[in-house]
């Protein structure tokens, strides 16, 4: 059922080629998603990069602040395991905030890499 969805996922057999790029596929689609990457198509744009703005400023700024107000209003009801989900709730939107931030800022570099795993799959010419 999976491998419908996503067809990497598959073992590939010895016989047939792979190359290194495919190894990004999933993670340029979700970037993709987002809009933290250039669009294909000029036309659109406008919508991609109002897209990308809204998904970075609800990442970033939006669910990090909703988060603390919210702790900070209901301190006083919470319960010890409401209190310890509440800090790991919070621990990791902000963590994921940063590491979001992180792969954003990387797209460039990630695309450099994927050129010089390019040409190390040319020089590749035998299994051995």
């Keep these: 059922m999976l491998s419908q969805f996503f067809p ?4 590939k057999p010895l016989s047939e080629r792979v190359k290194s790029r495919d190894a990004f596929v999933y993670l340029d689609r979700v970037m993709w998603s987002f809009g933290w990457t250039v669009p294909e198509n000029k036309r659109w744009d406008l919508h991609y990069k109002l897209w990308s703005t809204f998904v970075t400023l ?9 988060v603390s107000v919210e702790y900070i209003q209901r301190f006083k009801t919470f319960s010890a395991g409401e209190f310890l989900s509440s800090i790991q709730i919070g621990v990791n939107m902000y963590g994921s905030s940063f590491k ?3 792969t954003m800022m990387g797209y460039k570099k990630r695309q450099e890499a994927k050129m010089s795993l390019d040409e190390l799959d040319k020089r590749c010419v035998c299994d051995e």
């Design 8 to 11: 990497h996922i598959k073992e």
């Design 58 to 66: 609800l990442i970033f700024i939006l669910l990090p602040i909703s």
């Design 100 to 102: 979001s931030y992180l």
